[in-house]
């Protein structure tokens, strides 16, 4: 059965230097890189996608890892989908409402 508790989200914040074109090319082909794996833009540079199992979460990172520029700072946070459900969002000072969560659908 799946649970709020074993299904999981995968954000990736990042701050990439971008002085020079190569940097501002590594940093573009990044973000690219994580948009090809399926992961939705929340901010600039943090990047969050839907993950059904941790053997999924092990694969993106690994991919995520082969994906990484030269230079750079890259985290990555794992949270469950109850944890998420607890984001508080503001748009200006207008709080938004809860997101919803992802249909089964997009689980496989």
């Not at 954000?11 to 573009?28: C, G, I, N, W």
């Not at 600039?44 to 994906?67: H, L, N």
Request: charged share 20%.
């Amino acid at each position: 059965m799946l649970s709020g508790y074993r299904l999981m989200w995968v954000a990736v914040m990042f701050d990439l230097p971008v002085m020079s074109p190569a940097e501002r090319k590594a940093a573009t082909d990044f973000r690219l890189a994580l948009l090809d794996l399926g992961f939705d833009m929340n901010q600039f540079s943090v990047y969050m996608r839907f993950c059904s199992s941790q053997g999924q979460i092990d694969t993106y990172c690994k991919r995520i890892e082969a994906a990484l520029p030269e230079g750079g700072r890259v985290n990555i946070l794992q949270f469950t989908d109850k944890q998420y459900e607890r984001i508080i969002s503001y748009h200006g000072r207008v709080r938004q409402a809860a997101g919803e969560a992802p249909d089964q659908f997009n689980l496989f």
